[in-house]
């Protein structure tokens, strides 16, 4: 099993940053791909960002390209997403995601991730 701890969430003004962390523990030599995505009061849980195992190849949802970044620190079992430019429509729970399968590099849907964190919230103000 692979346990997984978000943290790095807080109350922040439009257009400021902030860096969330995810500590894996556990069966973390079993973790392939990691991924982030996150749920607004009353929506259903979105994709945000994924990344590859050796961290080469990443991807983001439409809605945070280009202010979001993400990224792991394997030796420390971290991962990361910085998000910059931060706007109101940001405000969700945030959750960390991670899977053993190597059926791909990196995974788009919920379904894809066994492995799943309880999430930090993040929410800005206008």
């Known amino acids: 099993q692979v346990q997984l701890v978000e943290s790095g969430g807080g109350l922040v003004q439009a257009g400021g940053s902030l860096r969330l962390s995810c500590a894996a523990s556990g069966r973390t030599f079993s973790i392939r791909a990691m991924g982030w995505f996150r749920q607004a009061p009353g929506k259903e849980r979105e994709f945000v960002s994924t990344?590859?195992?050796?961290?080469?190849?990443?991807d983001y949802a439409d809605a945070v390209k280009g202010r979001f970044t993400i990224s792991r620190d394997n030796a420390q079992n971290m991962l990361y997403l910085q998000m910059n430019s931060l706007k109101p429509e940001d405000t969700a729970v945030y959750y960390c995601?991670?899977?053993?399968?190597?059926?791909?590099?990196?995974?788009?849907?919920?379904?894809?991730?066994?492995?799943w964190g309880q999430g930090t919230q993040v929410t800005v103000s206008s």
């Open positions: 995601s991670a899977t053993p399968s190597s059926s791909r590099t990196v995974f788009y849907t919920r379904a894809s991730y066994d492995y």
């Open positions: 990344i590859s195992r050796g961290g080469s190849t990443t």
